[in-house]
């Protein structure tokens, strides 16, 4: 009899842990074709899933530009690309990795980029005003902190840090790539690192030109083609992908030199002060931070924010410029979407 109730015991346990087992990985599995499809009380069916959202700013209300890929109820990614006044497209490379882990997300050009509004009154060029713009996005858009997963790369993890210090309550998760939390640290790595890997001859007439505001010299932006084939993106000139050749093409040199300045070369805009260094550690959600090797952002700076962050975590690509999700493109992608469904998962586990 005594041995008889230690198997059924024994089967009871063995069930139970094949159950959880069994629904432990269905939820690793990414959903399938018809829920990842699913339109189900979708108001941008027949757009394709494009929809114009109307911000209010304090010089009016303008329209920004946005576009939902798949559905799932509890993953989805609001990309903030580049610039500023860069676009959406720059990131259109995540239609070959996003659907087929079934995550759903959002493109979206930011006020005064080109398939948005374009006010021209430059008092709306501030850090400030645009984490205003995301926040109202995130709403029109019925995100919230059981499924927002903000990604942001260059100016846009700029954008989504600033963003997270602020409104991290909304958040589910945090995804800063190729983006330091000091505009200080930014442009030392540059002059200190960076400049030292250029021909010294080549170096001195790039500063010569800067020295005179020269930016729009043909010789300044010959010179600087050699920097930008090393650290900003590292594919031949016949390899880089139209959506990114399209954007260095359409980008809005006004925000852009206004927030920036008018070269990669260092940083010298409104943003040259920016500084968050002692404020990551407030950020209380989890984060992955996305360094690489041959970036304009020093790896070693990405690595200690990841450190500072509570929640951080570190994502190094080692053969990857500025424009990371391109030139190493599957060591970029392993890690963000595993990094996405290890906090999926982990919110499943604490009932969250």
């Given at each position: ?343 999926d998962n982990e919110k499943d586990d604490n009932g969250l």
């Amino acid at each position: 009899m005594k041995n008889l109730l230690f198997l059924i015991l024994i089967s009871i346990v063995l069930l139970s842990s094949c159950t959880k087992q069994k629904e432990k990985i269905k939820s690793d599995q990414p959903q399938n074709e018809t829920n990842y499809f699913d339109n189900t009380g979708r108001d941008d069916i027949l757009s394709g899933g494009v929809k114009m959202i109307e911000i209010s700013t304090p010089k009016g209300n303008f329209n920004v530009w946005t576009k939902r890929v798949g559905n799932n109820p509890k993953i989805k990614v609001l990309l903030l690309h580049g610039g500023p006044g860069s676009s959406h497209r720059a990131w259109t490379i995540v239609d070959s990795y996003f659907p087929g882990a079934g995550i759903e997300y959002y493109y979206y050009d930011q006020l005064g980029s080109f398939f948005s509004d374009n006010p021209k009154d430059t008092s709306l060029w501030t850090l400030e005003r645009f984490v205003e713009e995301v926040e109202q996005v995130r709403k029109a858009l019925g995100l919230n902190n059981d499924n927002f997963y903000l990604l942001g790369s260059s100016w846009g993890g700029i954008l989504a840090t600033e963003y997270a210090i602020k409104y991290q309550k909304n958040l589910k998760g945090l995804i800063i790539c190729s983006a330091l939390s000091s505009m200080q640290d930014y442009n030392e790595y540059v002059n200190e690192v960076l400049a030292k890997t250029l021909n010294p001859k080549d170096l001195a007439e790039i500063r010569e030109l800067e020295k005179k505001e020269d930016f729009n010299n043909p010789r300044y932006i010959e010179l600087l083609n050699d920097y930008y084939a090393q650290f900003v993106i590292r594919l031949p000139a016949e390899q880089i992908p139209e959506p990114v050749s399209w954007t260095m093409q359409h980008i809005n040199r006004e925000i852009y030199e206004l927030m920036q300045g008018p070269s990669e070369f260092g940083l010298r805009g409104r943003l040259a002060n920016w500084n968050r260094n002692d404020d990551l550690k407030d950020i209380n959600v989890p984060t992955l931070v996305v360094g690489s090797k041959y970036n304009t952002m020093d790896p070693e700076k990405c690595e200690w924010m990841a450190g500072q962050i509570p929640l951080g975590e570190y994502l190094y690509c080692p053969n990857g410029g500025h424009v990371v999700m391109y030139d190493d493109a599957e060591v970029f992608f392993d890690g963000l979407i595993s990094f996405i469904k290890k906090v999926d998962n982990e919110k499943d586990d604490n009932g969250l």
